[in-house]
């Protein structure tokens, strides 16, 4: 757990690095026609878009409502997660068939379709893919953790904890939570990903920002035109998501990895 604490730690750091280069770098919102499709030069590190606004800056603010999914996968959805499934592993057996048939059922529901209908009900914006985020990314981790927990349950150190009389919460986190984390490190990792690539889907379809604001999918979306004409405008975002989403799962695998050696 302390890992996934220091993952957010970093993702703050970088959501707050990538706030101040927004500061840094020229308004994405700058539409200087005079300057349309300029290459990449010292000023324009990327060059500009067919409204001269900058590519390099409007990639930066773009940044941020990946990063606020990623954050709100592995802090609301993992903590759900992990909450639902000790309730399953360990909880009254009433409310484990509850929760269970819960977790089967929001895993059932593809993400995509579950952000259509809040869409429907509530409108398009980041609000709706948070909310669809949130719904439907608990339900993995709390069947891991509830199937991790039950093998925990057989090992002779938990036996030994429980028959010394410890606790149950402190046998929690002393016992159950470390040697559930190789396993929920990976999974994360890949979430994180799928959180990333998620958002810019949603944003292609116009779910979640207007065209208007950079983030990249609404990005791809807008500049699928210029494939072949000037294809870095596409392949600017493609790349970036495709980075991003490796680079989530490497860190946090690579500390799942190292967790289990």
């Known amino acids: 757990m302390k890992r996934i604490v220091r993952f957010l730690a970093c993702l703050a750091a970088l959501a707050g690095l990538a706030f101040w280069a927004s500061g840094a770098l020229p308004d994405p919102h700058a539409i200087d026609l005079s300057n349309r499709l300029a290459s990449p030069s010292l000023q ?3 060059g500009t878009d067919h409204l001269g606004r900058d590519l390099a800056a409007r990639l930066v603010w773009g940044a941020l409502p990946s990063l606020a999914a990623v954050a709100l996968v592995l802090s609301g959805g993992l903590g759900l997660g992990v909450l639902a499934g000790g309730v399953m592993a360990l909880g009254p057996r009433a409310l484990r068939a509850g929760v269970q048939w819960l977790a089967e059922t929001a895993l059932a529901v593809p993400t995509l379709v579950t952000a259509l209908v809040l869409s429907a009900a509530f409108g398009a914006g980041l609000l709706t893919v948070a909310m669809a985020l949130l719904v439907t990314s608990w339900a993995p981790y709390a069947l891991a953790v509830a199937a991790l927990f039950d093998r925990i349950r057989g090992e002779p150190y938990w036996m030994a904890s429980q028959a010394l009389g410890a606790r149950p919460s402190a046998a929690i986190v002393r016992h159950m939570l470390p040697n559930a984390w190789p396993a929920l490190g990976a999974l994360a990792g890949a979430d994180a990903g799928r959180a990333v690539i998620l958002v810019a889907s ?17 990005m791809i979306h807008e500049y699928r035109m210029f494939l ?22 490497g860190l946090l695998d690579r500390g799942a990895a190292k967790a289990r050696r």
Not at 202 to 218: C, H, K, Q, V, Y
Not at 228 to 249: M, S
């Open 44 to 46: 324009h590190p990327l």
């Open 202 to 218: 949603l944003g292609f379809i116009g779910l979640s920002a207007d065209t208007g604001r950079p983030e990249w999918g609404a």
């Open 228 to 249: 072949f004409t000037e294809p870095r405008l596409v392949l600017a975002p493609i790349l970036t998501c495709t980075l991003v989403c490796v680079a989530l799962h």
